[in-house]
């Protein structure tokens, strides 16, 4: 019997609601271990950890494939980060990137025969304004009507998706592609500028200053405060005379004009034109990383950089071990997991720091 | 009179057809109906289906019953489904958040364990032709030539119907994905209503995946979805969140792939991408037209909110 009572004391100890998140990062662990253990093809944890560490930071070149990755992730978590401000959610990332390349090769097929310089803005202005459209109307649905812009901005994401395929595969597709569904290549001109030849290009600036922009406007100006507001109590908000609906579209448009920056640095410089397969699911993962980093603009930076890192670094270790490329699936699936019980374990921890804070 | 009974026979065919194709996208938006029901949005449906999918393959090929896939199949689905219910009730992490890494994991683990298995045959579920039925003219097609898995379909599109509006059980998830401060005052367990919810919709959404892979194309591809969870997240809206619409959407979607490929065949040229927005615009178009027209949606009050008990600060 006291071992009895000695064991549920322990267990009374040792499972308080406070440590669910450690446990569950435990046991998270222990079931991923056990998967990998059983798999044929898995290379030791130790291995694979640092071989994607290795490979994502270690060398030059890999440094810079991170890089190239961390440029859409970044953009989209920003485009994210924006209307989350106000409580809202922007799903609608990969709609947007996808919006922003169709947009900018509608320019390329129309004017390509225009200077370069005129060329470059009018494919940044129109960029800009479709992933402003595809971002408009979860805005202007949920601001007018009050429809969730959770679903009708995924909803989108496939809408344009489609969209893509069908220009690429039907009108847009290039004759001179040999039968690949490839839209016209983008002149190296008229689009962002790489580096020393590499595919790191000025999209990554862009993101950095915009990150550092949006810290300091949200810190300044009325919109930040706005945005709080609404996150709050939209009542409250109309209340004291906040203009919603135009609050929400203009959030919504500046997270789509990001995203729709993303799609078209992507497109033009790394894949060098239009075609399937465009994203690796960036929006969403852009989604993830904005939500990590608690939707703070310059917090935004580094899980960029490591989300990045995350995927070079399983493609450099696909060549070396010859995984599957559902490797780095699989690892930002847990680590995302990771993040969201460790952030509820200290979350806990803070809480219950209060409280004992404020009793004594 | 051929000519007519010609067309007959086509239409049934094209019918026959259209529930085969509409099986595996029936049962995961059927699970995700269940799991909105009470209030929890679960993103992950595609990689449910991919898991279950993925173990189904390796079940069968393992153990050489395709009853067993089946089994894995949804086990599989329902241990993702426990993660994603895990983290929305007992972490009280974001749903919309887990569900995307939900799906991204999904994918991760079915490509990665399903690797070894990639293009292997194996004998999965076939159509069962009963003797004399099957072959009665037009309707021995259309009623008697499916694989199991689509009477089973019936089956649980029934059950759940019975089981959301004829029982306490169903009473009580109502209930919870409408108003759960209510519910929890009337003495209902809001979270261990919804967990049962989430694991049931992860089920349903697993066996869906194994449909899919054991009974239509009977091969495991990555990625062999294809979109098919996404498309059931937006059918349970269009289908405003009711099992038998779900049912008849479900088959009109599989019937609108069958009419596509047909088309192809009689030389009209129709992109196939355009009839993959089809269903994303109807499910806008249903938020809308539900929104404007002020009728209620049959959106469950409460989805995407979570719950927290009002008598533990927390």
Known sequence: MKILAVLSIVRRRLFREQYTGAWTLVGGVLVLLCLLGWSPIAPSPWRLIWGVMAGAFGSWPGFLETLTRTIPILLCALAVAVPARAGLFNIGGEGQFHCGAIAATFVLLTAGHLPSPLLFSLQLLAAVIGGAICAAIPALLRGRFGVSEILTGLMLNFVAINLMLYLVHGPWRDPKALGWPYAVAFPEEAVFSRWRHTNVHSGLLVGLAAAVILFVVFRTRVIGATSRYLAGNIEAARRVGVPILSSFVFLFLAGGALAALAGWGEASVVQGRLRPALSAGYGYIGFLVSWLSGHRFLAIIPIAIFAGGLYSGVDTLQLDLSLPSATADVLIGAVFLSFLAASHAWIMAKESRREKGATT | ?314
């Open chain 2, 1 to 314: 009179m051929s000519g007519l009974y010609g067309f007959l026979e086509l239409g049934c065919l094209i019918a026959a057809d259209s529930v085969t194709r509409g099986t595996a996208l029936a049962y995961a938006a059927l699970g995700e109906t269940i799991a909105e029901r009470s209030g929890v949005v679960n993103l992950g449906v595609e990689g449910m289906m991919l898991v279950g999918a993925a173990a189904g393959v390796i079940a069968t090929i393992v153990s050489g019953s395709p009853w067993l896939g089946i089994a894995a199949a949804g086990l599989a689905g329902m241990a993702l489904a426990g993660v994603h219910a895990h983290f929305c009730l007992v972490l009280r992490a974001n749903q919309i958040v887990s569900g995307f890494a939900l799906t991204i994991l999904g994918m991760g683990l079915s490509g990665f364990f399903g690797r070894p298995y990639v293009g292997l045959k194996f004998d999965g579920l076939h159509e069962v032709h009963l003797p004399i039925l099957s072959d009665i003219p037009l309707f021995g097609a259309l009623l008697f030539r499916y694989d199991l898995m689509v009477y089973g379909l019936f089956l649980s599109a029934v059950a759940l119907w019975w089981l959301l509006h004829r029982t306490r059980f169903g009473i009580q998830v109502k209930a919870v994905g409408n108003d759960p401060e209510a519910a929890f005052a009337m003495g209902v367990a809001v979270h261990r209503v919804r967990w049962l919810a989430v694991l049931g919709g992860g089920l349903m959404s697993g066996i869906g995946g194994a449909h899919l892979a054991l009974a239509f194309t009977h091969v495991w591809v990555e990625k062999m979805t294809a979109g098919v969870g996404w498309i059931a997240i937006g059918l349970v809206i269009v289908a405003r969140w009711a099992p038998f619409s779900v049912l008849v959407l479900s088959f009109a979607f599989g019937g609108l792939a069958v009419l596509h490929a047909q088309l192809q065949a009689a030389g009209v040229k129709v992109s196939p991408y355009f009839v993959g927005m089809l269903p994303y615009l109807f499910a806008i178009a249903a938020l809308m037209v539900t929104h404007l027209s002020n009728r209620r949606s049959g959106m469950p009050r409460a989805l995407i909110r979570e719950f927290r008990r009002p008598d533990r600060i927390q």
